[in-house]
């Protein structure tokens, strides 16, 4: 989870409802994992945002200041703050999950900001999305971002996600959709996908969708689920384009990212432009399926 993004709202939440099948890996782990989650809060309220960040965040790991970068690099190239508890920035994992192997996972819930010193300041609320992975042993962050709401969310109650168990489509059974590694998923996201409709035989990005998948975008409340975001997006003639920078996947193969900029279009008139992060899971058939998405501001 970055500063900047919780701190500064310009980007999360995109959170995985249960799904039917129970989920492959120990729950223990996925226990650990939330426990992981807690402990980086508690030392955000005990000892400052900027203590807490250094503490839990991979070496490499990356936030969106708008835009991805390395946390450390950008943190300890800023002051620290005289008074490290001004800013109240308070959060809880409220789902996840976590690949076969163990060594990477994801958690999401609702956050909320508050300046400590100054009662008069509104507090600010949002959701985050962090992507974890082991480092010697250790669950840290490797990917942050979060966007605002309106005001604070309404929690969902504590879920657990699964595998997907949508079928496989036509798009979905593609060899790209099948194939293994990160650069499978660079691949995949390196087409212009349809977000029309009927879109004629094009690939369809409502296609890579999971049942539970959830959409975050600045300033609104989560899209949750596949046919959910269909209705919000779907239009003739447009579609969506991104440009990946970035991403990891598990040892299992089954659990992966992806980051970079978004760009959608109708027709050839840019709508919109942005950041953008994806978590991606397989489903029963084998296929990448997008289980979280996080749309980000371009600035």
Same mark, same amino acid.
């Given at each position: 989870m970055t500063h900047c993004s919780r701190a500064r709202l310009t980007v999360a939440a995109l959170l995985l409802a249960?799904? $039917?099948?129970?989920?492959?890996?120990?729950? +223990?782990?996925?226990? #650990?994992?939330?426990? +992981?989650?807690?402990?980086?809060?508690?030392d955000s309220t005990?000892? *400052?945002?900027?203590?807490?960040?250094?503490?839990?965040? #991979?070496?490499? @790991?990356?936030?969106?200041?708008? *835009?991805?970068g390395a946390m450390r690099e950008r943190m300890l190239a800023r002051p620290a703050p005289t008074d490290p508890l001004t800013l109240l920035l308070d959060w809880s994992p409220? #789902?996840? +999950?976590? +690949?076969? $192997? @163990?060594?990477? *996972?994801f958690t999401t819930g609702p956050y909320s900001l508050r300046n400590q010193r100054d009662p008069s300041a509104p507090a600010r609320y949002g959701y985050f999305l962090s992507v974890w992975k082991r480092e010697n042993g250790r669950w840290r962050v490797a990917l942050d971002g979060g966007v605002s709401t309106p005001a604070a969310p309404q929690p969902d109650a504590p879920a657990? #996600? @699964? @595998?997907?168990t949508r079928g496989a489509s036509t798009a979905a059974r593609s060899a790209r959709s099948l194939a293994h590694g990160k650069d499978a998923l660079v691949a995949l996201e390196r087409e212009a996908w349809s977000l029309d409709p009927d879109p004629a035989g094009a690939p369809s990005y409502f296609e890579?969708?999971?049942? $539970?998948?959830?959409?975050?975008?600045? *300033? $609104?409340?989560a899209l949750i689920g596949a046919d959910a975001v269909r209705k919000a997006l779907a239009a003739t003639d447009r579609r969506v384009v991104w440009t990946p920078a970035g991403a990891g996947t598990s040892a299992s193969d089954?659990?992966?990212?992806t980051y970079g900029r978004y760009a959608r279009f109708v027709g050839s008139v840019e709508e919109s432009t942005g950041y953008?992060?994806?978590v991606w899971q397989r489903d029963d058939a084998g296929s990448w399926r997008i289980a979280a998405e996080v749309q980000l501001p371009p600035g």
């Open positions: 249960a799904c $039917s099948t129970a989920p492959t890996y120990p729950d +223990a782990t996925l226990e #650990a994992l939330f426990d +992981a989650e807690r402990a980086f809060a508690r005990e000892r *400052g945002i900027r203590a807490a960040f250094l503490e839990h965040f #991979a070496t490499d @790991g990356i936030d969106f200041r708008p *835009g991805p409220q #789902a996840g +999950a976590v +690949a076969r $192997s @163990g060594d990477l *996972g657990v #996600a @699964g @595998g997907e890579l969708l999971g049942n $539970s998948v959830r959409l975050l975008r600045e *300033g $609104s409340y089954d659990m992966g990212f953008y992060i994806h």
